[in-house]
């Protein structure tokens, strides 16, 4: 299995301030958890190294202007064009504020015959793209990704959630992959223990719920009384200012 992350920036070849703090706590993290360098792949429009991880750089032309956020189905797209993909391989696409909380072993990941596996936003049939896994022969549902988001000039989330009404080639995985604030009573009954993906940006105020995020899933100030972050991952973000 490898891992996939992703950032282009339309202005400047460089990351923003939170994104530089941030991919370093993704490679710190994925370093302590066991993943061999040549497994962590970096997608960028500039150069980047960081404790021998290095950008594999692409064009900023893949910069998605009418949906920044979506602008990884581009990329993704371009990627399975140049033949960068290994059909036989699976691949774990999450954003930099989608953290491995405990280690995702390959046989665990379970596609049930779909070439994508995401998580919904539990109260909605809406996908959430922050979080997924997919197979390298999977090229085609990538394609026609983009097609709709092109058409509709849609985000990537309701375009999938739009496209898959029409076909099987998506299916839904355990919120244990990308477990967020939002619902967090029945998304975490629901997910398998131990958690895998924490998903949250930290320090900032959580509108639908005027929770901060670090106090919700650093100190366990939330409903469940909960410490999502272990140890581990608690002192990565601490080594990065982030306490």
Same mark, same amino acid.
């Given at each position: 299995?490898?891992?996939?992350?992703? &950032?282009i920036?339309?202005?400047?070849?460089?990351?923003?301030?939170?994104?530089?703090?941030?991919?370093?706590?993704?490679?710190?993290?994925?370093?302590?958890?066991g993943?061999?360098?040549?497994?962590?792949?970096?997608?960028?429009?500039?150069?980047?190294?960081?404790?021998?991880?290095?950008s594999?750089?692409?064009?900023?032309?893949?910069?998605?202007?009418?949906?920044?956020?979506?602008?990884?189905? &581009?990329?993704?797209?371009?990627?399975?064009?140049s033949?960068?993909?290994?059909?036989?391989?699976?691949?774990?696409?999450?954003?930099?504020?989608? &953290?491995?909380?405990?280690?995702?072993?390959?046989?665990?990941?379970?596609?049930?015959?779909?070439?994508?596996?995401?998580?919904?936003?539990?109260?909605?049939?809406?996908?959430?793209?922050?979080?997924?896994?997919?197979?390298?022969?999977?090229?085609?549902?990538?394609?026609?990704?983009?097609?709709?988001?092109?058409?509709?000039?849609?985000?990537?989330?309701?375009?999938?959630?739009?496209?898959?009404?029409?076909?099987?080639?998506?299916?839904?995985?355990?919120?244990? &992959?990308?477990?967020?604030?939002?619902?967090?009573?029945?998304?975490?009954?629901?997910?398998?223990?131990?958690?895998?993906?924490?998903?949250?940006?930290?320090?900032?105020?959580?509108?639908?719920?005027?929770?901060?995020?670090?106090?919700?899933?650093?100190?366990?100030?939330?409903?469940?009384?909960?410490?999502f972050?272990?140890?581990?991952?608690?002192?990565?973000?601490?080594?990065?200012?982030?306490?």
């Amino acid at each position: 299995m490898k891992q996939l992350l992703i &950032y282009i920036d339309s202005t400047s070849l460089s990351f923003d301030e939170e994104t530089a703090t941030l991919v370093k706590v993704q490679i710190d993290n994925s370093i302590e958890i066991g993943w061999d360098l040549e497994d962590i792949l970096l997608v960028t429009n500039f150069d980047y190294e960081y404790r021998g991880v290095q950008s594999i750089k692409v064009s900023s032309d893949l910069f998605c202007w009418h949906c920044p956020i979506s602008t990884k189905v &581009y990329v993704i797209n371009h990627l399975f064009g140049s033949g960068f993909f290994n059909k036989r391989e699976i691949y774990w696409y999450h954003d930099f504020d989608a &953290y491995e909380s405990d280690k995702i072993k390959e046989a665990e990941v379970c596609l049930d015959g779909c070439s994508l596996g995401l998580t919904a936003y539990r109260r909605s049939a809406r996908w959430s793209t922050s979080s997924f896994f997919f197979k390298g022969d999977s090229g085609l549902v990538f394609k026609l990704w983009q097609d709709v988001m092109d058409y509709f000039k849609a985000d990537d989330e309701r375009s999938l959630t739009f496209l898959t009404r029409i076909g099987n080639k998506v299916g839904k995985i355990n919120t244990t &992959y990308n477990l967020q604030m939002l619902n967090i009573r029945n998304c975490y009954w629901e997910a398998v223990k131990p958690v895998k993906v924490l998903h949250f940006h930290p320090d900032v105020v959580n509108r639908h719920i005027g929770a901060n995020t670090t106090d919700f899933f650093i100190r366990g100030k939330n409903k469940l009384n909960v410490t999502f972050v272990s140890d581990r991952l608690a002192r990565i973000f601490e080594k990065h200012g982030i306490k």
